[in-house]
């Protein structure tokens, strides 16, 4: 359609978009959520478990009470994926780390992408799609929004067994960002799309999460308290102690997984990259950094060199990285998780 063609979403990885005027969250999303509270599998994400929250989750108006609207788009990471993984095989320092943390020129995609759906917002308004008095805000992870739900509605995509939306054509490896507008727009035609795939009888992550996190019973619905994403990345979850979830894994990441993706059918379509991961290496300074440390280095030397680092160079040195954002602390926990001998 006229509205999307119009975006430059290619430029911004922006793979699929939809549309939605639906403000509530989906009844199934609604008992689903609720029996992840009840049930203690939100863990330590406080965050989460918290009345308030709950009622804002419920309801975008709650939180936007303009809200008209949503514009949602898929920022996929598949490309870089298989970039990521062609190289980490050849490997022999296998840590590894989740390639969302790479993927975006090495930034936090919670900087990256937020300065793209800025520009996006900016577009529609200056091409008359938005007036100029729309009020938007966007969601992007740290929202109070259900974005998997939000996305759903918006026709993106269905839910897989391991929780994730996954989108027919495109799979799983995409980051949900999103306008919420105080306006609606007129002719878009993306509206209520209808997702008829589902999992059928796979359940190739159930068995490949090596902590199992996927409720085989209630799929769709992670344990927080293990999942090695939540233990490697959370800073509410992050302890000095590595906890004995944490080895359970005894898998090599050092920041997130992506093992019950990796396994996904829907993230197999063949696609072609004409790109090596030197390429990325040479081009994008964060993603030099990361890889040159923990990477192409010895995890040993690396809880060293970051001992040795006050929190304020540390913060200098990973700026605006996930890295950052896992802190100092967390990195070195996390990098301790494969050297129990180091302890
Ligand atoms: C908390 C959180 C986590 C937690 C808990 C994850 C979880 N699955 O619950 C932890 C730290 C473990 C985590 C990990 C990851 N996360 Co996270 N996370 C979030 C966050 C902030 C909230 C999710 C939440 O509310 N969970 C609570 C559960 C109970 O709700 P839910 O996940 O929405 O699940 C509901 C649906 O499945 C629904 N449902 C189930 N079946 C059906 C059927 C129908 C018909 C319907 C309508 C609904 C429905 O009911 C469930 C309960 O409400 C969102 C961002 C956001 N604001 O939404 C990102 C988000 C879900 N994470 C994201 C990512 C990328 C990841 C990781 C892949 C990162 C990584 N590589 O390490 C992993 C994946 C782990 C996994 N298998 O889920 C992306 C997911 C993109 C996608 N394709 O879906 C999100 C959307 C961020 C973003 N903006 O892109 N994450
Ligand atoms: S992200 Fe990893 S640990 Fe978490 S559910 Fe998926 S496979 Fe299991
Ligand atoms: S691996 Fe299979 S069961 Fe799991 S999300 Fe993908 S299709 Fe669904």
Partial sequence: ?????????????????????????????????????????????????????????????????????????????????????????????????????????????????????????????????????????????ASPVMEKDLAYRAGLGFFGKNSLLINPQHGSYVIIGTLLLSEKINDCNNKN???????????????????????????????ARKCISALTIEKTVITKKITAEAIAGNDSSIFGCEICQQVCPYNHNKIDVETDFNFYYNKYPKIKLITDWFLNEDSKKNIDKLQNLSVREFKKIFKDTSFERVGKEGVIRNLRRHHFDYL
């Avoid at 989906?26 to 959520?33: D, G, H, K, N, Y």
């Avoid at 795939?197 to 769709?220: E, M, S, T, W, Y």
Wanted: aromatic share 14%; glycine share 4%.
């Fill in 1 to 141: 359609m006229l509205l999307f063609d119009d975006l430059f979403l290619k430029e911004h990885t922006i793979v699929s978009t939809g549309y939605t005027e639906v403000a509530e969250i989906s009844a199934s999303t609604e008992v689903m959520f609720n029996k992840w509270l009840l049930s203690g599998r939100v863990g330590n994400l406080k965050y989460l478990n918290d009345k308030t929250r709950s009622y804002t989750l419920k309801n975008i108006k709650n939180y936007f009470p303009e809200f008209q609207s949503a514009l949602v788009f898929l920022f996929s990471y598949r490309k870089f994926k298989v970039v990521y993984d062609n190289f980490f095989l050849k490997k022999k320092n296998k840590v590894n780390i989740a390639s969302f943390a790479l993927a975006f020129e090495g930034y936090d995609y919670h900087i990256y992408l937020k300065s793209k759906l800025q520009m996006l917002a900016f577009n529609l308004i200056d091409r008359g799609y938005l007036s100029s008095k729309c009020e938007y805000k966007i969601s992007l992870d």
């Fill in 193 to 223: 799309k209808k997702q008829s795939k589902d999992c059928g009888d796979c359940r190739l992550c159930i068995d490949a999460c090596p902590v199992r996190a996927i409720d085989v019973d209630n799929n769709k619905l992670i344990d």
